[in-house]
């Protein structure tokens, strides 16, 4: 069973603004005291039907979260009802089940189960269809005072008021017995039959009666509250702790068996084995961190970080100097007489250009032996080796800035191992600390309460308004204020605060008589798109 949500006053008692306004339009065609004495007694009738409203909505939610436990257990096999019936009501009612079937030696005690099931929820399902046809008479008394044209009208609508409230204790709690039923037309025909024989000699004539009549209304109010809860007490469905408390009374017994053997093997008992082993815990945790986290990630860090950490083993200075080394050599060999060159050859041996060695090295080649000692091949060999040196020279510094240049991408994935550790741990916390592990529970809760707006503006469909006086449509209108209300209380929970002023806007316009049942389920149906935070999940569910 799910959890009840006591039912807060989100919602507003629509017909409230409409009827102050029409009291201050009634004031100003007072003629006596007693017109004056009836505008007075509208407003006290608006305070009332608010108050009445909100309880009969609260009495309405609570009375559905129990109907909703014994419906889903009505349509479960006989043997699931037999174990929930059995160890998923508390203690109380287990050992009391045991205790009678032992006594009685049969199985009567079980097929009880099923009869307590269907009437609970037979009595539950009548109580509620009750309470909303109520609802939806409040709300279509008032939108009739809002038609009034004169005080001779309002006054019979108050008086309708006031015995619509009578009728309603005096079905719920005639003769010390809730005479409910879960057929809604029975409950109709009952209504009718009451209102036959109140309106005969019940209604009150005068403005003074009327007060009167109403006075003790609003302290009937407060018995009509303390006898649905009780009513409602006695058929509830179990408590979430009731339906799991075998599983919290093992928890609680492992705790204690947990608790006396630590308490024996403490410094309490007089021994030193429970500090013995918090000490070898907490070395083993240091251990592990040091041996299987810090050391190898050390390790790794110096591996990747010691080459970079060395001296630079070649200088861009000295990179320069052989640069400048080699273009003296080339300019003496081009001018062996040491005579001023051409700008272009300079230019050439500035830029280390070794086309002024190869052509006279090659024809040196021609006659190796002779050249060696009376030509100039060694000289030219001598400078090739100095353009080797020179080129390695530039790529190894080269390679020593690409390296410095990436140092610190190198240290970032060195880091990498503790960074990916640390959000786990965050991660993990988190999960554990959470407190939105219920927004899949109010997102399915929000688009089942707008089904069900869907369905009860369905069935008004072929009225064409929603605010016609037939019984069957006056449940109707007050199941549809029902699944209002509980849209705008879970839509409060899960709707961004940007967007719920316009969500609990949509919800007044469906609520609101002034449109006929097409529009209204045309705004329904544009509440599934327009906040996809909520309802765009469905869709990704069904594809």
Sequence with gaps: GEPVQKMSRTLPFA????????????????RSDEDVALCDLLE?????????????????????????????????????????MLFNRGPIPFFRTLYHAFRDRSHTVFREHSVIIDQRSRELGGLQDELLFFLGHLLHIFHDALKCDDLNSLHACLCRLVLAFERCMTTLAGEGKVAVSHDKVASTIKYRTLSSVLDADASPSTVSALQARLSVCEEQLAFMDNFLSAFVSARRSPSVLAQRWIRYASLGAATM??????????????????????????????????????????????????PFNTEKIIRATDVAAEKESLARMLANFSSPDHKP???????????????LVMDRYELELQ??????????????????????????????????????????NVEL??????????????????????????????????????????RALTRQLPNGDATVSSSVSEIEIGRLVFCLNR????????????EFHRFKQDVLDILSPALSAEQKLHTASRMTWSYPSVFLPLRIDKQ
Aim: charged share 25%; aromatic share 6%; with cysteine.
């Design 15 to 30: 017909p409230e603004t409409e009827v102050r306004r029409k009291t201050e339009i009634f004031r100003r065609q007072v």
């Design 44 to 84: 006290m009738c608006t305070q009332f039907g608010s108050a009445l409203f909100h309880k009969l909505l609260e009495h309405a939610q609570v009375v559905d979260g129990h109907l909703s436990f014994w419906n889903n257990l009505l349509v479960k096999q006989r043997w699931q009802q037999h174990r929930i």
């Design 257 to 306: 068996l947990l608790g006396g053997y630590l308490f024996k093997h403490s410094r309490f008992n007089g021994s030193e084995d429970l500090n013995t082993w918090w000490r070898t815990a907490k070395l083993s945790v240091k251990t592990f961190y040091l041996e299987h986290l810090e050391a190898p990630i050390l390790s790794v860090t110096k591996q990747i970080i010691e």
């Design 341 to 355: 060159l051409e700008p272009a050859i300079r230019e050439m041996a500035e830029q280390g250009d070794m086309r």
């Design 367 to 408: 006659k190796p032996l002779k050249n060696i000692v009376m030509g100039n091949l060694v000289e030219a060999i001598l400078i090739q080796i100095q353009k080797l040196k020179v080129d390695m020279e530039s790529a190894m510094l080269a390679i020593d800035q690409i390296l410095r240049a990436n140092q610190i």
């Design 413 to 454: 994935l060195a880091t990498i191992p503790a960074i990916l550790l640390t959000f786990f741990v965050l991660k993990s916390i988190q999960a554990v600390l959470r407190t939105d592990t219920q927004r899949p529970h109010l997102e399915r809760n929000v688009r089942l309460a707008l089904a069900e707006v869907h």
């Design 487 to 498: 849209l705008l209380i879970q839509g409060r929970l899960i709707v961004s605060r940007k």
